[in-house]
Nanobody, 128 residues
Framework: QVQLVESGGGLVQAGGSLRPSCAAAGRTFRSYNMGWFRQAPGKEREFVAAVSWSGGRTYYADSVKGRFTISRDNAKNTVFLQMNSLKPEDTAVYYC?????????????????????WGQGTQVTVSS
């Protein structure tokens, strides 16, 4: 069992930065690949970024490449999403998810259904 708690969202002007984090409770954090998804009002949840259990591999949606960076600190059971050059279209609730590494890896991490656990989400609002 893994419990995930996101924090670090907020309101920022276009061009600004935010760094949401996701803290995991449980001793098996290293067993999970981690991902961030987002859901804007009236839209489906979409993939943003993912990182392998070791932190050695990362994956990004085209819409955030070059602007967002995902990372993890296994000693602190935490995954981060550094978001730079934010745009109004980045406004959404951001969710982190955990996918058991033996079950989903690589490009499969872009699929919501491959995740085993989810946090409650953190709101990110970018004003123009």
């Amino acid at each position: 069992q893994v419990q995930l708690v996101e924090s670090g969202g907020g309101l920022v002007q276009a061009g600004g930065s935010l760094r949401p984090s996701c803290a995991a409770a449980g001793r098996t954090f290293r067993s999970y690949n981690m991902g961030w998804f987002r859901q804007a009002p009236g839209k489906e949840r979409e993939f943003v970024a993912a990182v392998s259990w070791s932190g050695g591999r990362t994956y990004y949606a085209d819409s955030v490449k070059g602007r967002f960076t995902i990372s993890r600190d296994n000693a602190k059971n935490t995954v981060f999403l550094q978001m730079n050059s934010l745009k109004p279209e980045d406004t959404a609730v951001y969710y982190c998810g955990a996918a058991e590494s033996s079950r989903a890896a690589g490009t499969w991490l872009g699929i919501e259904g491959n995740y085993d656990y989810w946090g409650q989400g953190t709101q990110v609002t970018v004003s123009s």
